[in-house]
């Protein structure tokens, strides 16, 4: 089991590995799921931390609709991120019509060897997820995608959860649960859906709120569920 935990700043980042996450996603602008952070962020996360650090590539909240303007930045950001050392990356890109963007990923993947690769939350978007996780299934450089199993937060679409974990077994994706998820529900969470890695962010802040810091202890909480008994 592996514990994925959002930092937004080089303290988010410090405190969730000494809380034992397994892994960080570095973003800026949480309050809008998460955006590209800053180029210094990024070096002073891989620099400073031991575990593994994947950073959004998301150039703006708009959508995940995304034209050749926004596909030349991302791309531009990937190139910087591999440089930099960070272990992967997180993305996504949907047509108008809500179904993956195939000729985006194909541009954005080109150069992404030696970088693990999530397809994240534009998932949730997508109608038709089995169909959907096929697809992605294709593209070797995808290992993970973040997912609640559609709109709804994760604990209440677990019956969904577990059938992508069954669908994905053998593709080469892992599915990482996120959105939703509180440490008094995890235990039967996992258990319920099969899931390998959860992927936490405000809940294991101060207070619950996504604007304070990340909470170790919290962290240590969840670590210890994820550990099993």
Known sequence: MKLEVIATNLTDAILAEQGGADRIELVTGILEGGLTPGPGLIREAVRRLYIPVHVMVRPHSQSFVYDEHDLQTMQEDIAFIKESG??????GALTPEGTVDTAALDLLLQNTEGLNVTFHRAFDEIEDQLSALKLLSGYPQINRILTSGGPNPAPKSAPQIERLVEAARGTGIE?????GLTV???REFIRETGVKEVHFGSALRTGGDSLQPVDPSKVQSAKQIVNGP
């Open 175 to 179: 599915i990482l649960a996120g959105y």
């Open 184 to 186: 008094p529900v995890l």
């Open 86 to 91: 960070a272990a992967g990356i997180v993305l």
